[in-house]
């Protein structure tokens, strides 16, 4: 792999984008890694109990590579990448069973703002920020971004991302919703980053359930909810971890999470 890096801290897989010379734009060759990465990370043989996803040098990912796509290419062949490459990639970290940190380290624009969205937790540095730049260039959101905004953070805000195509500083958009946890500049974002990752990977198996319960929310009625959410209690209920959590809660003491 020559786009990104991947490497097994422990129990955090920890995935960055690397192509720092376009701040980690995404083109074909990087979105192609991407894939093979994320199956590699679901491997079992792995151990990975979470993924932290960041980008090497400035910035998180400045969207799609535009250098390498071309002035002159057919309009259609857009959403023809967007079907075989980044919807493959952005479903199957949808559907990953454990849980996704993702640290912005700098820019998260376009569809790189789309998969820091991806991350249950998501980490920024103060000086990072988020940009819907499709309008600046003729084209409209996606990597799903039309689907999470809204939810995210409302109607009229997403409307005003994408219409206007201004940055939305790491700040306000921990006001707005779209960040978890702010960090200073430097090393401080990967720590803290690490350590959230770190302590989800000591978790349970049930993470990976709750991921799957909130997914589902945005399509499912309240009873088909409550449905999902029995059918997930009765596996989570079937597992070592709420065997072991159950006794660690009655014996007083901290629960040893194996994953199983």
Known sequence: MQRILLNFNGKVAVLKFNH????????????????????????????????LLTGVGRGFSAG???????????????????????????????????????????????????????GDIVCAQKSAYFLQAFARI??????????????LIGWGRAMELSLLAERLPAEQAREWGLVNRLFEDNDALMEG????????????????????????????????????????????GQTEDFREGLQAFLEKRTAKFQGN
């Open 20 to 51: 720092p010379e376009v701040l980690n734009a995404i083109g074909s060759q990087m979105t192609e890694e991407l894939i093979d990465a994320v199956e590699e990370v679901k491997d079992p043989a792995n151990g990975a109990r979470c993924l």
């Open 193 to 236: 980053a690490m350590a959230i990752a770190g302590r989800l990977a000591d978790g349970p198996r049930s993470l990976g359930l709750i991921r799957r319960a909130y997914w589902n929310t945005w399509h499912n009625s309240y009873e088909q909810q409550l449905d999902l959410e029995a059918r997930l209690q009765s596996q989570a």
């Open 64 to 118: 799609a590579n535009l250098q390498e796509r071309g002035g002159n290419e057919p309009r259609p062949r857009a959403g023809d990448g967007l079907r075989s490459k980044i919807h493959p990639l952005l479903l199957n970290m949808r559907d990953l069973e454990i849980p996704i940190v993702t640290a912005v380290n700098g820019v998260a624009a376009g569809v790189g703002m789309s998969v820091a969205l991806v």
């Open 138 to 151: 003729g084209l409209v959101p996606d990597g799903g971004a039309t689907f999470m905004l809204p939810r």
